[in-house]
């Protein structure tokens, strides 16, 4: 059901991260959006807020619950998701593309090494259901 | 209250039901050292008719305002209670219900709540209430908090001229969050807020402005320079407002204030010692995430039809426990109905004239007051609302003109001497719509009877 992109990085609490030269795109997973149900609303971080790793940048809220997202890697906000403002349920439709919520540029891209690969992910989850 | 019966046959059909041997193996977890040995040291039984004379005597030691000539204010305040508010209030489908948990079954609750909420935004000229909070002082306090959240920040400038009631709250709170508390100086002259030390100490570690208007003190201001202020430094603003002075002031909204809050006792909610109270809170759209309580929302049901339900609530604490935006996750429900029946039924033109009243009778007397020989009226030239500060000679204690005014059936008003160490013979004085010209009349002439 769920998807796990090959070119992607993975946590532990569902965050994905794509990296582009210096920069890092940050959402949260398929898997993740699906647990939450219907988002009604996400929290942006302000653009040029300095974030450290496992800080919380954003939060998001669905009918069920509201959840913190966690920054995967160490950095500066420098660009936001603005189209989530008005229509967060981006996030439910396209959590990998569309549905991306930060770009950070990375002060230590070494991070993204110790992050999951998208098979470490797929067996995360399955280990978690099973 | 009803008579419950609980014969022994009774205990031994619930003993059986339950299976348990005993009452006593009930408190089989209880150690045998802890538990009562024998019987409550508990006065003889009584007759119905000798428990009802002692306790209307115990009764008739209590003083009623109905007896008085009220003139005291500070927070608790006397208004006339249409009969409407009681006759409805009391419907035992009111009256008797919890809180809903299982609100969308509630739809009178709901709509009755969705009612007040309106109301209070037309009031305090807010986008967004809450279903409401304990009490004026929570109320507060809880707009600190709220400001803390929109921020991150944890300075506040708050002003001295507030509650001292609401800033012990507001103490509590913020001792126990880690926050720091800076204390906007009232002139003694004017009674108005220091705005130089307000310039020179907001920073960008400042969280919030927070004042109350009319202040404690009586005292009404216009605020709009403090929200700018506030708003150019990335603060908050927030406002705790008496209801009934939004019948005749600008509302809160139209001098930029991102949090209202207040204390809804008067309207329609007697002046009991220790309460209930009721504490209203409203916001901005843009805020209306970080604000606490629940929030009740009109929509369509599956067949198109007019449905309220709790909207907001992934932000409250059953939900996200210590995430939530507040502890605060029930509300004031028979208070903020017996304001919502108030407002109904007064309307927007009676609570024009209620706080008219109010301030005319205020006005004539402090100009009263003023002639007497003696004593002053403080902050001459400083709007006020219905209550002010009366300088009484050093000579005289509060105590002495409290028995004086007392014997006359008359409550002289509040004594300052906590407020005002430094200058304790100092009152305030408060007057509403229930005063005639001829209770002032007599105040008056009481006050220029005293001996001093």
Redesign the interface.
Known sequence: MSNYPEDLRYTEQHEWVRVEGKSAYVGVTDHAQHELGDIVYVELPSVNQMIEVSEKICVVESVKTVSDVYSPVSGKVITINIDLEDNPEIVNEDAYGEGWMVEIEMTNPEEVQSLMTAAEYKNFIEEAAS | MNYVANTQQDQAAMLHDIGAASVDALFSDVPERLRLKGLLKLPEPASEMEVMTKFRSLAGRNSSLSEYKNFMGAGSYEHFIPSAVQAVIGRSDFYTAYTPYQPEISQGTLMSIFEYQTMICNLTGMEVSNASHYDGATAFAESMIMSHNVNGRREFLVAESVNPRYMTVLKTYAAAADFIIKIIPADRHTGKLDAEFVKTNISDSTAAILVQNPSYLGVVENFSSFSEIAHKNGALFAVSANPISLGLLAPPSSYGADIVSGEGQPLGIPTSFGGPNLGFMASTQKQM?RMPGRIVGETVDKNGKKAYVLTLQ??EQH??RE?ASSNICSNQALCALASTVYLSYVGPYGLRDVAARCSDLAHYMAREIAKVRGFEVSFEGTAFFHEFVVKYPSSLTFDRIFDHFHEAKMLPGVSLSDFFPGEPNQMLVCATEVRTKQDIDAYVKRLGELKW
């Open positions: 995430r992934a932000r939900i996200r995430k």
